[in-house]
């Protein structure tokens, strides 16, 4: 199958701390690199992780609270400085466009590609993304400003065509994507062989779905539902409940419930408040709900 990963560059909250960074990661899938946030910190992370800078493709922000778009700027000068010629597109919530405007003809006049940003609607669920590969997708958040998550979903994959019926019948490579397709094969003496012969099941489609700040919403498994993987804020434990109905953010406990709901593959907690020096705390109360729940942490690669 194609690498489809997540790479952690940060999974701390507001302020960072010597053990995390600010909100980023890289979902990389069939070749292509998507980031997702960029907080402070983000390019040092990036060199970590060996991921060229001119790999990034796009960038997808969630809110625009500084943790997690604080590295954009900095971002954006990089890749002028290191030649860029692609062009860089950036979805984020409404009112980015402007202010990253005013900061380029700043900090980077005369910047040799193109930085396309595409305003998001926070609350409605939409494929804001596609390729031929792929779909990327808003999941509308609860938080103290626009926000929202993404979801990034394989395109159903072709059907296997099967290695030892090329070699029996002799098939010539020119007709292996026909098959592929729903086509059968018919031999020289005439001999027809069904398309359902030749092949086997394709893989199932994967899904990695990223929530960002949020306070706990009961319906938030019915847009996340079935994913092979969620990453879900995770800023409390259950002794600070009423820190996260004040601002707006989620228990370790209630993104467990909502991968419980959901049925998801697999919970990753992150979004850490920078009060907790262990985090096991919080695996330990997300598991209590969701067994499959584990910490991000900086530097971790995921398979989706």
């Avoid at 292509?32 to 060199?47: N, Y």
Wanted: overall charge negative; proline content about 4%; charged content about 20%.
């Amino acid at each position: 199958m194609q690498p489809f990963r997540v790479h952690i560059l940060g999974c701390g909250s507001a302020l960072p701390t010597l053990k995390h960074f600010a909100t980023c990661q890289v979902v990389e899938i069939r070749n292509k690199c998507f980031m997702i946030d960029c907080g402070e910190g983000a390019q040092i992370q990036l060199r970590r992780t060996h991921i060229h800078f001119t790999a990034i493709q796009s960038i997808f922000i969630s809110h625009l609270h500084g943790d997690h778009c604080f590295g954009l700027m900095g971002m954006i000068c990089s890749f002028g400085m290191l030649g860029r010629e692609a062009p860089l597109h950036i979805y984020a919530p409404e009112g980015l466009e402007g202010l990253l405007k005013e900061q380029m003809e700043m900090f980077c006049p005369g910047l040799q590609y193109e930085v396309v940003v595409h305003t998001v609607n926070t609350q409605e669920n939409k494929v804001v993304y596609e390729d031929r590969s792929l779909t990327i997708e808003t999941i509308p958040l609860n938080h103290r400003i626009s926000c929202c998550g993404y979801l990034f979903r394989e395109k159903p994959l072709l059907p296997h065509i099967r290695r030892d019926m090329i070699d029996y019948l002799n098939i010539p490579l020119s007709q292996i994507n026909n098959i592929k397709m729903g086509g059968g094969w018919t031999t020289e003496e005439g001999v027809f062989y069904e398309h359902e012969r030749l092949v086997t099941p394709a893989d199932k489609p994967r899904a990695y779905a990223y929530c960002s700040d949020t306070a706990y919403m009961p319906g938030l498994h019915e847009l996340v539902k079935g994913v092979d993987l969620l990453y879900h804020e995770s800023t409390y434990c259950d002794d600070k409940l009423d820190n996260a109905l004040k601002y707006y953010h989620s228990t370790a406990r209630q993104a467990a419930q909502v991968a419980k709901d959901a049925g998801v593959g697999k919970l990753l907690l992150g979004h850490y408040s920078a009060r907790y020096n262990d985090e096991s705390k919080l695996q330990e109360e997300a598991r209590e709900v969701f067994k499959q729940s584990f910490l991000a942490q900086e530097n971790m690669i995921v398979d989706v």
